[in-house]
């Protein structure tokens, strides 16, 4: 599971070794102990959101204002250059306790190519080449309505 820092957007991931602390890879987040502070700002451990995977796949067409909200946006700039931004017919918030925080290109393999985060009033806006990718997949994470994403087929 990952824990995303509500103040400076860092994320404690339990598979990967966090060096900064020396917390070896597979350590559960709760059993840290009582004063484990964000390495990035300080924040306590009390201040981190559990990030939530629960993943709902787009339409073509939003179905709701729901989706419409966070429609995922696929523009190709040049070649295998592409910009994807979250919103089309209806424009998502920025507020701290509302709003995309990050953008994730993933492979067919369902591995993490690239993840993007936004801190608060931040645009959530990436341009990225997929020139290494046959079929991948976009994934926008909102602080509060999970995770949205779209399937690219090449």
């Not at 700002?41 to 729901?66: G, H, T």
């Not at 990050?102 to 492979?107: A, E, K, N, Q």
């Not at 994470?141 to 399937?151: F, L, P």
């Amino acid at each position: 599971m990952r824990y995303l820092c509500t103040n400076c957007s860092y994320i404690y991931d339990e598979d990967k070794w966090e060096i900064e602390d020396n917390i070896p890879a597979w350590t559960k987040f709760d059993i840290l102990w009582d004063y484990y502070e964000c390495w990035s700002c300080w924040w306590l451990a009390d201040l981190f959101q559990e990030i939530k995977e629960e993943v709902n796949y787009l339409r073509e067409i939003p179905f709701d204002a729901l989706e419409a909200e966070h429609f995922i946006n696929l523009e190709y700039l040049w070649d295998d250059n592409i910009r994807i931004s979250v919103w089309k017919w209806e424009s998502h918030s920025y507020w701290s306790d509302h709003r995309i925080w990050s953008i994730g290109i993933y492979d067919e393999y369902w591995d993490l190519v690239y993840e993007k985060f936004y801190l608060e009033d931040e645009e959530p806006v990436l341009e990225f080449n997929v020139s290494d990718l046959d079929d991948f997949e976009i994934k926008a994470r909102c602080t509060i309505h999970w995770v949205w994403a779209i399937k690219v087929e090449r």
